[in-house]
């Protein structure tokens, strides 16, 4: 069974029932997400090994993240545990044209005041097979950039591949801020992940043709797009997902990977939207899953894919299919009929 370990900040999530709006109830439901926690979720759901590594405190709070985790079968041993606070975000899903507002309220979080060294990246990444962050992590400040230098450097030393999902975050940091960091960090990355903006906002390195809030996304334009970032960074493979929105509610949704000789795109699936949120992460884990899986480029994309479609019928952050939901749906069986 193939190990990988993520790291990154889990947080609670706080959101209105439903698709009401803020305060419309005097109820929020409280579950908890975050990029690399989701993908630690969908990897214990697909049955391999996966390791979550953050900071968080010792009261009960803190205590509801780690078993939300555990839960999952995901490996929670790695956790530092310090600090007085998990960082929170508040969600309001959108609809038709009404757009989903995420609010975060993480300053001072227990994994923003870490120190680099609390983490033993030897010990962690002992028996290791892949390490998977993303740009949000290190977009909590340099103490966290620090951080994923060490332990990319330690996986890398190692052996270990990894992947890095760019999620851009202007609330947390600059262009300039993410393109100077995301440059180092990117040295050591094997699969690079992003979606129809990140490459953009990162590196400055643009789709022609596209107009993603015009709901116009020219697919061959990304083809020059993970050329151009294979050839800046050395990336083994490049991923990208390929979202057109035709509302809140109803988006197109693809991907592609370019594998350093050609590139793949998936089918196309249009999605009648639950919950997007983490959406891009159960992409990410269905690529990690395939690839490690040995599934050639054009499944590994299928897979990916697949598994992030199912994500957007499903409530909260976490990606709650299995490998064979996922399959049969890549297969082509996306009819929804009721399973007697």
């Excluded at 990988?4 to 959101?15: C, P, Y």
Aim: proline share 1%.
């Amino acid at each position: 069974m193939a190990k990988v370990v993520t790291f990154g900040e889990i947080m609670l999530r706080l959101a209105p029932n439903g698709y009401e709006r803020f305060f419309q109830s005097d109820q929020l439901q409280a579950t908890f997400g975050g990029g690399e926690a989701n993908v630690a979720v969908s990897l214990a759901n697909f049955g391999l090994e996966s390791v979550y590594v953050t900071r968080l405190p010792a009261h009960a709070i803190g205590q509801g993240a780690v078993n939300s985790l555990r839960y999952f079968g995901v490996d929670t041993s790695k956790i530092v545990r310090g600090g007085d606070r998990v960082g929170v975000y508040y969600l309001e899903k959108g609809a038709s044209q009404r757009g989903s507002v995420c609010i975060y309220d993480r300053a001072g979080s227990a994994i923003q005041q870490a120190d680099p060294s609390e983490f033993d990246w030897d010990a962690i990444f002992d028996g290791a097979d892949w390490f998977h962050f993303t740009g949000i992590t290190p977009a909590l400040g340099q103490n966290m950039v620090e951080a994923c230098l060490a332990a990319c450097r330690a996986a890398k030393a190692r052996g270990v591949k990894i992947s890095c999902d760019l999620n851009y975050r202007g609330k947390l940091w600059t262009r300039a801020q993410a393109r100077e960091a995301m440059g180092k960090l990117c040295q050591y990355v094997d699969v690079c992940i992003a979606n129809e903006e990140d490459a953009k906002d990162v590196f400055g390195i643009e789709a022609e043709n596209t107009d993603i809030y015009g709901g116009k996304l020219n697919k061959q334009g990304y083809e020059s797009v993970a050329k151009k970032l294979q050839a800046q960074f050395g990336f083994e493979k490049v991923a990208i997902t390929l979202r057109t929105s035709l509302s809140a509610s109803d988006n197109e949704w693809a991907g592609m990977l370019y594998d350093g000789e050609a590139c793949h795109f998936s089918k196309e699936y249009h999605l009648h939207i639950v919950d997007r949120v983490g959406g891009g992460d159960s992409f990410g884990a269905g690529l990690i899953y395939a690839l490690l899986s040995g599934k050639g480029s054009q499944q590994a994309i299928d897979f990916a894919v697949a598994a992030s479609a199912l994500k957007h019928s499903i409530e909260g952050d976490f990606n709650r299919v299995t490998v064979a939901e996922v399959e049969k749906l890549a297969g082509g069986d996306g009819s929804g009929r009721v399973q007697r």
